[in-house]
């Protein structure tokens, strides 16, 4: 989701400064793609603009299912309805009860 957000942004910076659309494309796809072996003052300001954009909206998505699955939780979970981890569901072996030895046949 980064990349492909930051490929479009860096698309759309480099069309803004009069780079021909595939040329745009191209250069978007290697800049999302590259390592980081530059240094700060070397990346151009669009491009850690950009990037910050595609960070976040990462992270607004990450805040949008963190809701859905609290909201889920909050209407799903009712008071009283789970078992105590400490309670043994029925019809299965108490802790430190050794199971009964296969016979062979």
Sequence with gaps: ???????????????????PPAKAAEQAAQLSQSQGNRSLAAIPHFVRLDFAHATQTVFLAMAAIMAAAALVAFLGL??????ASDEAPAGSIEPGVAEPAATGG
């Design 78 to 83: 009712r008071a009283g309805r789970q078992r």
């Design 1 to 19: 989701m980064l990349v492909l957000r930051l490929r479009s942004s860096l698309t759309s910076s480099l069309t803004a400064l009069g780079v």
